[in-house]
């Protein structure tokens, strides 16, 4: 298993940047494809990035491609969201995951951050 804990949240304006942090324990954090997720009051879970094992191959939602940028650091057991260009309708809680490498379906969660963008 892996335990994953997220951070770097907070309350920024419109057009600010944030870095989200997630730190993973556990076994071994460079065999897990990982992801940042957010859920915004009223809306489904949507998953805003993913990156594989290596860090080569990502992925951003439209809403967020252009803006967002998922990266890993194998050594340090972390994987990241920079976020520029911040919108208010980018405020939610931000969750990173991790999946089995042979599986479709995120199996291991954080606890999530709130990240709110004031207009």
């Known amino acids: 298993q892996v335990q994953l804990v997220e951070s770097g949240g907070g309350l920024v304006q419109a057009g600010d940047s944030l870095r989200l942090s997630c730190a993973a324990s556990?076994?071994?954090?460079?065999?897990?494809?990982m992801a940042w997720f957010r859920q915004a009051p009223g809306k489904e879970r949507e998953r805003v990035a993913a990156?594989?094992?290596?860090?080569?191959?990502?992925y951003y939602a439209d809403s967020v491609k252009g803006r967002f940028t998922i990266s890993r650091d194998n050594a340090r057991n972390t994987v990241y969201l920079q976020m520029n260009s911040l919108k208010p309708e980018d405020t939610a809680v931000y969750y990173c995951?991790?999946?089995?490498?042979?599986?479709?379906?995120?199996?291991?969660w954080g606890q999530g951050t709130q990240v709110t963008v004031s207009s």
């Open positions: 995951a991790a999946r089995e490498g042979s599986r479709l379906i995120y199996t291991y």
């Open positions: 556990g076994r071994t954090f460079s065999s897990y494809p």
């Open positions: 990156i594989n094992l290596s860090g080569i191959s990502t």
